[in-house]
């Protein structure tokens, strides 16, 4: 969960998010996926899945934000 909220966040400038709350937590032995509504200059979902080690695998924000990465993988 920590990951993917400090990943959602990167993907904003600083005090651009309102708010945020936990859509939902789903997880199995491999991995976590995190769903995020997000409000700032609108709503977005952003989606995440980390890996057992807690690394993220993949992200995405939808509506997409423009110039910023759709997919993320690991790196943070």
């Not at 990167?10 to 859509?23: E, K, P």
């Not at 997880?27 to 952003?46: E, K, P």
Request: some cysteine.
């Amino acid at each position: 969960m920590a990951a993917c909220r400090t990943e959602m966040l990167s993907r904003f400038d600083a005090g651009q998010v309102r708010s945020y709350r936990v859509g939902e937590i789903a997880g199995t032995s491999r991995g976590t996926r995190v769903t995020l509504y997000v409000n700032a200059d609108r709503r977005y979902t952003f989606a995440c899945a980390a890996d057992g080690q807690g690394q993220v695998v993949t992200a995405s924000i939808d509506p997409a934000r423009g110039g910023a990465r759709q997919l993320a993988g690991g790196g943070r």
